[in-house]
């Protein structure tokens, strides 16, 4: 198995809501290059949030997507949950959770965005070492509050 290749989108905002619709937009960018994604939340709460927020971003925008459930196969491009899925078959991990989940491995590719916030960004630099210590050399990219993913 290859190491996955991890990039990290560092925005300046300490807005919850900005990082989250960054967030759909670099999912929005995956889906239409044709990749699968996997977005994966903190909680069921985050994850039916996001799920909403993918609905309403953009008024000109649709990305196929849903929230996984328990014993069930999903089918969409994009799908939301917390935990990741077993078959290895998403080609983008893009992880909201605090932590580094298991099974990121899996993937072809982790995208982390951190914003401003101090506890998610100290969780961040958290992640970031996570990666280092597994011999894998993570990209940062500094947005600077720029709008595009």
């Not at 996955?4 to 960054?22: H, M, N, Q």
């Not at 670099?26 to 909403?52: I, N, P, Y």
């Not at 089918?75 to 290895?88: Q, R």
Request: with cysteine; glycine share 6%; net charge negative.
């Amino acid at each position: 198995m290859s190491t996955p290749r991890v990039d990290f989108y560092v925005i300046g905002s300490a807005d919850a809501r900005e990082r989250l619709e960054f967030a759909c937009r670099l999912a929005e960018k995956a889906w239409l290059r044709g990749h699968r994604v996997f977005v994966r939340t903190q909680s069921d709460d985050e994850a039916r949030a996001f799920d909403e927020l993918l609905w309403t971003f953009h008024d000109r925008s649709f990305v196929p997507h849903e929230v996984s459930a328990p014993g069930i196969l999903p089918s969409a491009p994009v799908v939301i949950g917390t935990e990741l899925p077993e078959t290895g078959t998403d080609q983008l991990l893009l992880n909201l959770g605090a932590d580094v989940p298991d099974g990121y491995a899996l993937f072809t590719r982790s995208a982390e965005i951190i914003d401003g916030d101090a506890l998610r960004r100290q969780q961040g630099r958290e992640r970031f070492r996570h990666y280092r210590e597994r011999g894998i050399a993570p990209e940062t990219h500094n947005l600077d509050d720029r709008r595009e993913a």
